[in-house]
């Protein structure tokens, strides 16, 4: 009996030791991860360089970005990637926070395992923890009305203060905000849908040069290899999704020509197809023309442009599929299948349709759009090289996701770390009141958000140590609104700096890294599924 209480107690003690290699091992790979993003924080943090295997070239600092690109195998270390993209969907900004707190709470929790506390009695600590920061995010946070522009733009400048193209925050912050503004209501809008706004990039100028642009604007220049206008006023305006070419064999199938005639015969044939297509297009009174891209065949031929632009009919092709939905909206037209159901209803209207020349690049913009068409709006961006200009589109699609998240829930923060400071503070007093090992856990998790204060006076150059006992010494003193001032190398007051960010931003970024965190201390097994 003795002997097999002894075996029992044996194949008991292998499986905790199991659990708790695993549950060090699954910590240990996720806290990787976050060390590897934890220099992009800020606005002095590094910038990555990441070479894809299609040899090309992405340099961004974006969390979100960073780690989708990476090549991550352990399950735990996935974690944080998606936990990244949950971020990235919800508020937008915060994404390399929100990692980079995960991992300074997994640190915590690895702390915690070794002094023999219970994964389940940290998780439900760490649960009670993130609602009590609930509580003083929104106790500390300010209502802010979206007819406040310059309070809105503030936000998003924030949000562009650690991107590369920071310098430029100036101008993008304000077409950001007018963008967003431009398509809702302020006063009944909870939300932004950002497929709304639509964003083309264009090689060539500076940053400098972009704008929010009046109208409709697409890359591509007009199709005129026929020699057909680039200009035309009171445009009638046509959306096709079938082929202005002509039309192919299966695949399988094949036509063998014997002599000249049967190919004269052919090429009668096709002309007398196109001539019909164009005919047709004229008698519904369009005189400009939007092709949608084909996979299967030229989109459009020659000998149709030759025609359309005999007919003084504009055509600009390549419209890429999940544009379709966008444009119809903007110019009150509808997508047209066939030529068969090619009439005037379905035709959108706008006062000009005009290229225009950027250097040796050209797009088409098209003005005068009916204002009582489905609120939408253009932002054309530009840049030197693909390279900034890709980044400078990250940059910017994180200043509207900001301006949404004031628009879902109407309130503000101060940023530089002042939130976090606050909330570990009061958290470290909150646990004072407590007793037991969930006292011990509440405190650790307090003194984790401290990674924040942290990392922004150690990527800024700063004496990390010297700078949060001064941040926590002020908040203690009851500064509130007190944060980093990497700018300045000292903190100083961030409401006075106009360094204001979305609570949503902060209360999003604390409960899914909280969330994560938990689910990864339940881990005490991984099991390989079988085939």
Not at 202 to 226: H, M, P, R, W, Y
Not at 384 to 408: G, Q, W
Not at 499 to 521: D, G, H, K, W, Y
Request: contains cysteine; glycine residues 6%.
């Amino acid at each position: 009996m003795s002997a097999k209480s002894n075996n029992e107690s044996e194949h008991f003690d292998d499986h905790a030791d199991k659990g708790k290699n695993v549950r060090t091992s699954n910590i240990l790979a996720a806290k990787t991860i976050a060390d590897a993003v934890r220099t992009s924080l800020g606005p002095r943090g590094m910038d990555k360089m990441i070479k894809c295997s299609n040899g090309e070239v992405i340099i961004s600092n974006d969390g979100a970005t960073l780690l989708k690109q990476m090549e991550v195998s352990h399950p735990c270390a996935k974690m944080l990637v998606e936990l990244s993209h949950a971020q990235d969907v919800e508020a937008g900004d915060g994404t390399t926070s929100v990692v980079v707190i995960a991992g300074a709470l997994l640190g915590s929790c690895l702390n915690l395992l070794q002094r023999g506390i219970h994964p389940t009695t940290i998780s439900e600590a760490f649960q009670k923890a993130r609602d009590k920061a609930d509580e003083i995010l929104i106790g500390m946070s300010t209502k802010i009305d979206l007819s406040d522009r310059e309070a809105l733009i503030n936000n998003a400048k924030t949000s562009l203060a650690s991107k590369v193209i920071s310098q430029n925050s100036t101008l993008l912050a304000p077409m950001a905000v007018d963008a967003v503004l431009k398509v809702i209501d302020p006063k009944t809008a909870v939300n932004v849908d950002l497929r709304d706004i639509k964003v083309v990039k264009k090689v060539g100028g500076t940053i400098d040069d972009s704008e929010l642009a009046n109208g409709l604007v697409f890359a591509q220049g007009v199709a005129k290899a026929a020699g057909g206008p680039t200009t035309v006023k009171n445009a009638k305006i046509g959306l096709v999704q079938f082929c202005l070419s002509a039309p192919k064999t299966d695949i399988e199938n094949e036509v063998i020509v014997n002599d000249h005639n049967q190919l004269d015969r052919i090429l009668k044939e096709e002309k007398k197809y196109i001539v019909g297509l164009c005919k047709a297009i004229q008698k519904a009174g369009c005189n400009v023309l939007l092709i949608q891209k084909s996979i299967l065949r030229d989109a459009v031929s020659d000998l149709a442009l030759h025609f359309l632009a005999k007919m003084n009919i504009l055509v600009i092709k390549n419209i890429e599929r999940e544009d379709i939905s966008f444009i119809s909206r903007t110019l009150g037209c509808k997508p047209i299948a066939s030529i068969e159901s090619f009439v005037a209803d379905k035709l959108g209207t706008a006062e000009l349709v005009q290229e225009e020349g950027f250097g040796d690049s050209k797009v088409v913009r098209i003005s005068g759009i009916p204002p009582q068409n489905s609120k939408t709006c253009t932002v054309l961006l530009r840049a030197s090289n693909a390279l900034v200009l890709d980044e400078t589109e990250r940059s910017f699609h994180d200043a509207l996701c900001v301006v949404r998240s004031l628009v879902k829930k109407k309130s503000t923060i101060v940023g530089g770390a002042a939130a976090e400071m606050e909330v570990s503070l009061q958290l470290s007093k909150y646990a004072l009141t407590l007793d037991g090992a969930e006292a011990v856990c509440i405190k650790s998790y307090a003194e984790a958000l401290e990674i924040i204060p942290y990392t922004l006076a150690e990527n800024a150059g700063l004496h990390p140590m010297k700078t949060v006992t001064e941040l926590r010494n002020m908040h203690a003193a009851g500064t509130v609104t007190a944060g980093i001032n990497v700018r300045h190398g000292k903190v100083t007051n961030m409401s006075e700096e106009n360094v204001i960010q979305p609570l949503l931003v902060t209360s999003s970024a604390l409960n899914l890294a909280t969330e994560t965190v938990r689910m990864i201390l339940k881990i005490d097994d991984i099991l390989i599924k079988s085939n």
